[in-house]
């Protein structure tokens, strides 16, 4: 999960605030040095960790905090509003998209960066906007690049343009009169990258951009690299221009500094994030909610979007209704978890709850899910619509068909025997019924 560690290390610096009541000068001193080390270890850049601790020191040490009677509670606000700050401001940027004519995208970045995929991701985002996008393909070096492009375009319902071997810039111009033929209003170039930044990568990206107008020129860069993709934005933003930063990888990042830094070193802001391997894998850059996620606030409106995005209203009012009159079997089981699936896994959704950063993931992941939906599937229908059949015998045949033990079989009919009850107790008493479930931990992991 991004900011994993970074989130840990910040709960701790105000854990300890908490404990101490009113705060004096020497506890804020103290908490920023730790706060300064928690980001240098996230890779955050060294002048932005110091600037940020600096700006926040000089807020909590003003009345607002030290005559509050939550002053822990202040600094936690000032932090999140910093954080907030500099990673972008309250609302997210948007890419400027013409009404009329061709919008011309530039994508660009080192190898391995994923462009390729992130251009198709980006198509695929603004057809699903009622948009026409096409990409272009002029990375006429890498292996299979354009049969790449391609494939994605093709899975991303996006048409692809391409000349094979021709030169990019004589691609990128022709591709635009076709644009403009075939009611094209948004053209994505895909253009080569290097293993590093040259002379020779550079030029290539110039030329394209003298031979058409571009009006956006993002650069796709890896979380993962941490300081080393806020040097590469820098050096693309001064030898090209860079309008803005689409950011991958953010599902896996555990330090997270390119996020943190990369506006104020660049003075560019975060477009995008990717957030997995799927097209549909790409969300606009919300500071708010990001920096919200990094202080364990959670994200609860990217969970109600990614809900809405993925839902059959039809699937979940049925859903509801059987869970209601006391229907739910194991095959609504399996429903619930091809959702949780949809949106990302049980691990990305805990990291959007307020305080999930602080539940043992172990006990809630993904792998244990699937071991469950390998039971499940091991069972026949009449199993799935009836638990209650399970015999012994059967119950040797489930665990034998699903590569698990008889008694991780035993332990999910029991969990599903417990979630009955509770439905049970919700049709007759729905008060009851909270209750009953602020006192479940849900669903254990099978291992």
Do not use: W
């Not at 599902?251 to 990717?274: C, E, H, M, N, W």
């Not at 091809?338 to 172990?362: E, F, T, V």
């Amino acid at each position: 999960m991004a900011f994993e560690s970074l989130s840990e290390r910040l709960s701790g610096v105000f854990k300890k605030l908490r404990g101490k009541g009113k705060l004096n000068e020497a506890d804020i001193k103290a908490a920023m040095r730790e706060v300064r080390m928690a980001l240098l270890e996230a890779d955050v850049n060294y002048k932005v960790a110091k600037d940020f601790c600096a700006q926040v020191s000089e807020r909590a040490m003003g009345q607002e905090v030290m005559e509050s009677l939550t002053p822990a509670q202040q600094v936690v606000k000032i932090v999140n509003e910093e954080l907030t700050r500099l990673m972008g401001g309250d609302e997210p940027q948007t890419l400027h998209i013409k009404n009329k004519g061709q919008t011309v995208i530039m994508m660009c970045g080192l190898q391995g960066n994923g462009k390729t995929t992130h251009a198709a991701k980006l198509g695929k985002y603004y057809r699903g906007q009622g948009r026409r996008p096409l990409l272009v393909a002029c990375d006429i070096y890498r292996p299979a690049a354009i049969d790449q492009l391609r494939i994605v375009g093709q899975q991303a319902g996006v048409p692809v343009f391409e000349m094979g071997t021709e030169k990019p810039e004589i691609i990128a111009a022709k591709a635009m009169a076709y644009a403009r033929d075939h009611g094209n209003d948004i053209v994505i170039l895909d253009t080569a990258g290097r293993l590093q930044i040259d002379d020779a990568l550079m030029g290539e990206l110039v030329r394209i951009k003298e031979a058409v107008e571009v009006d956006e020129t993002l650069l796709v860069v890896d979380a993962m690299a941490g300081q080393e993709a806020v040097n590469v934005a820098k050096t693309f933003n001064e030898k090209v221009g860079i309008s803005g930063v689409i950011l991958t990888k953010t599902d896996g990042d555990t330090r997270g500094g390119a996020a943190l830094s990369v506006l104020a070193v660049t003075g560019k802001p975060i477009y995008f994030q990717g957030t997995g391997e799927k097209l549909d894998a790409l969300e606009p850059f919300y500071p708010a909610r990001m920096s919200s996620r990094i202080l364990g606030m959670g994200d609860v409106l990217s969970l109600i979007e990614r809900a809405q995005s993925v839902q059959d209203d039809k699937a979940a009012e049925q859903a509801a209704r059987r869970m209601m009159e006391n229907k739910f079997d194991l095959n609504d089981m399996l429903a619930q978890f091809s959702q949780i699936k949809k949106m990302g896994g049980a691990a990305a959704l805990l990291g959007m709850l307020p305080g999930g950063n602080q539940i043992d993931l172990d006990q809630i992941d993904d792998k244990a899910m699937a071991h469950i939906e390998a039971i499940i599937y091991s069972m026949t229908p009449a199993e799935r619509e009836h638990p209650s059949i399970i015999n012994p015998k059967r119950k040797r045949r489930i665990a034998a068909g699903s590569g698990r033990t008889v008694e991780e079989v035993n332990k999910l009919l029991r969990q599903f025997e417990m979630m009955q009850k509770l439905m049970k107790k919700a049709k007759r008493n729905p008060k009851g019924f909270m209750r009953s479930l602020g006192g479940l931990g849900g669903l254990k992991g099978l291992r």
